[in-house]
């Protein structure tokens, strides 16, 4: 019965140190203290190093780095966001399968997470890398209360809150490279992917994917990606938790998405612009009609790149490829 065994390793986990005897447990559980022996068992096989000390009990030391929703969910503090977690091994991509549960009415703040995506997909149908056990691949729900035009703030957003989950796991200091990347010494980490389900009625689900290299060697990068790609690990020389990771970027995710909705975009904005790297510099934005050269200004309060070309000119672009 493997609901038993996740409760059970939940009760472990939270009593951290603390070991606790097979008799209390056995109670505790309604089961025989063999039942509960079968269950440590089963943990052990999944990975998780559990302590077996002599009259006193058992003690869990190490719990494996998967994303499954039992390691997720045992000391997250958000309210809405993770409280549902959708969990797959392996899958073409995370928002082919939020978009369905979506669709079938999954409440607000559910997560959908992956080991690795056959069929990860970047905007305009290009390819996500999402190697095996190594990343986060994600997509979140959100069914916020809000008019189409402010959907594509949610990807500055996230941003922000990427940023701030990275800064907190480790000791890097990422910059957000506008509109949806997050780079380390010029490097992407993470992409985000913001889409949309509205109807006349409005928005009826948010789907933000966001793919964040984690424990990547360069040789886990497909080659086309191994020269601009990077991850956590190769810059910080350092193996990086996923669960803490994803247990900070859905806590980062529920702060701003709130903040964002109830109060606007002004004072994310001013974050937003203190890790970007794009504002005050020269680039080059590649849309699909045209390319403009000129200086990254700043963005709108609509999340809306203002560009200077030569000319004195000033061009508002909503979505576009950046090059500096
Ligand atoms: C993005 O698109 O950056 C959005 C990526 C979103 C991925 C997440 S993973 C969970 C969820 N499920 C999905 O199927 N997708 C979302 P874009 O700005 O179009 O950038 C795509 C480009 O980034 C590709 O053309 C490559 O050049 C590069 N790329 C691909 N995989 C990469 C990786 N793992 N790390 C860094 N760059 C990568």
């Known amino acids: 019965n493997i609901a038993v065994t996740h409760k059970l390793a939940k009760r472990l986990i939270e009593s951290q140190s603390q070991a606790i005897s097979g008799q209390q447990l056995a109670d505790e559980f309604g089961i025989s203290r063999t039942a509960i022996w079968k269950h440590i068992k089963e943990l052990e096989e999944k990975g998780y190093t559990i302590e077996s000390i002599k009259k006193k009990g058992y003690r869990i030391v190490a719990i494996p780095d998967t994303l499954e929703p039992l390691g997720i969910q045992t000391g997250l503090t958000t309210k809405r966001i993770g409280q549902k977690i959708e969990y797959v091994e392996s899958c073409p991509s995370t928002q082919i399968i939020a978009h369905q549960l979506a669709q079938e009415g999954a409440p607000d703040g559910t997560v959908v997470l992956t080991e690795t995506q056959t069929a990860g997909r970047g ?6 890398d999402s190697a095996a056990q190594k990343g986060v691949w ?7 209360d809000v008019v189409p035009q402010k959907a594509p703030q949610f990807t500055l957003v996230t941003a922000v809150a990427v940023v701030r989950a990275i800064e907190e796991v480790t000791r890097l200091q990422p910059k957000i490279k506008w509109p949806n990347d997050i780079l380390l010494n010029g490097k992407k980490c993470t992409g985000i992917l ?7 009625d409005g928005i009826q689900a948010l789907i933000i994917g966001i ?39 859905l ?3 529920e702060i701003y998405t709130q903040l964002y909705i109830e109060e606007g975009f002004g004072m994310l904005k001013i974050l937003w612009e203190s890790y970007s790297t794009t504002i005050g510099q020269p680039v080059r934005a590649r849309m699909t009609n045209q390319t403009l050269e000129g200086i990254a200004e700043g963005i709108t309060d609509d999340g809306v ?10 061009h508002g672009i909503y979505s576009a490829d950046i090059e500096m």
């Open 305 to 314: 790149l203002q560009l200077r070309t030569a000319d004195g000119k000033l």
């Open 123 to 128: 905007r305009l149908a290009r390819k996500w």
């Open 211 to 249: 793919g964040l290299n984690v424990n990547q060697e360069k040789k886990d990068f497909d080659p086309e990606v191994q020269e601009i790609a990077t991850s956590l690990k190769l810059e910080s020389g350092e193996t990086v938790s996923r669960q803490k990771l994803v247990q900070s970027l």
């Open 194 to 200: 913001t889409e949309l389900q509205s109807d006349a």
């Open 138 to 144: 994600m997509s979140i729900i959100l069914r916020p």
């Open 251 to 253: 806590y980062y995710m």
